[in-house]
């Protein structure tokens, strides 16, 4: 089987790049290096205000990998509405990197993607063949999603569909090692619903998912963790998923990525850095080497290029101010109850069938997982979370959750639509308070004043 060929561009007009980086071993060795890997989400419909963004990102006082964030229309497959949208001039709010021909991609990324700046394109789909079809035939190896947490938050395509689509899509990418170019998925696992799971089953899935990229022929894996709650919980929770990959994931070839909070998020200046600066330090004390960085603006509208740049440089800041202290990560790595939950929802999975993706279809089929208030068809919906007073993330009905005896269950905590809604904007609320320590220093403060100003 041979790789589709790329279009031939004029002599003049070729660009001259060299192979891309493993994306995977990119990251790993600069947290080798003792940086952690800072990532915007940007994404832009118009090639030119694209390319700006990347050059930006490339530019940055960090160590920093490019985004390519796609179009919802692309997401959901309506290359249609895309070409109607680029033939009328319509903004879309990503990139479209299926209709755009290759030449317009290539002239977007020359000299900016390189062995310093790796790219990846983000694209939340469920049904992404025509999206992994177009990263092949540009060379992009590197992206993110995954048969579940690509399927349950975002629409009603069936489980089954989604696992059928991803397993392709898998043995697809897998295309590009023929022509010596490491493939690397990202699993997204790790952020199901962005809010209110509690991180047990967050590490599970993230896992399961590796584990489902792996069985299918891919190599370079990333895991993802989205920062939740409580500091204390989410440290336990990346140092469960640290050891799962130590102790059963069949690559050597990972890293975990840490997500700014995916939930509401705070408005005011001082409580959106703060809480950005805490998952940077989430990342660098339990040994993660990325981290995806959210704005000022996330509360308020789509942030601009200077305001991705702040939190890229913000972050890195935090982070090696952080890793001067001297964490050890390791310190995570022991039991927990996090890591106790996290392996029996992962046993149960693996027991049911060799084949990944079949135990994960059987598992939401028996509620083995069961993703609090998602509203999918093929979740459970009996599971249920909340914040308890200690700031943690708790099951308040365990479902058919197979963690009896292993998971405390408040079995007389009964979940109203009054406490959902206050546990939604817990973390706004809390990172808001003007009261509140913001721990943040004046030479950080000047840091961002100096990118607000240019």
Known sequence: MTLPELPELPADQRPARQRPVDFGEFVRRAGAAGRLVVQPRMGFGDPARMREGLAAAKAADAVTVGTLTLDSYTRVGELEAVEDALREGISLNGYPIVNHPPTTTEAVLDGLWDASFPIQVRHGSATPIDIFWALLRLRINATEGGPVS??????????????????????????????????????????????????????????????????????????????????????????????????????????????????????????????????????????????????VAEARRIPTIAENVLALEYSDAIARRTAARNPDPAAYLGDSQTYAEARALVDAVLDLDDDIGRGLLEAFRRGYLDVPYCVHPDNAGRARSYIGTDGRLHWADLGRLPLRGIAEQRSTKRITSLDLLKDLFHIRQTYDDPAADMGITDELIQTEERVLSA
């Open 150 to 295: 690509y399927c349950l938050p975002y629409g009603r395509t069936p489980l089954a569909d989604g696992v059928r689509n991803w397993q392709a899509c898998c043995e697809l990418y897998t295309r590009l090692q023929e022509v010596d170019i490491e493939p690397h998925l990202e699993t997204f696992g790790g952020c199901m619903m962005g809010q209110l799971c509690p991180p047990s089953q967050l590490v599970a899935i993230s896992f399961l998912e590796a584990m489902f990229f792996v069985q299918h022929g891919i190599r370079s894996v990333s895991m993802s963790y989205a920062q939740q709650t409580h500091l204390g919980q989410d440290r336990e929770a990346v140092g469960a998923l640290r050891r799962l990959c130590q102790e059963l994931l069949p690559t050597d070839n990972w890293h975990i990525v840490i997500y700014a909070y995916m939930g509401v998020y705070p408005e005011t200046y001082r409580g959106a850095h703060r809480l950005l600066g805490r998952a940077a330090e989430l990342a660098v004390t339990t040994g993660a080497q990325r981290i995806i960085v959210k704005t």
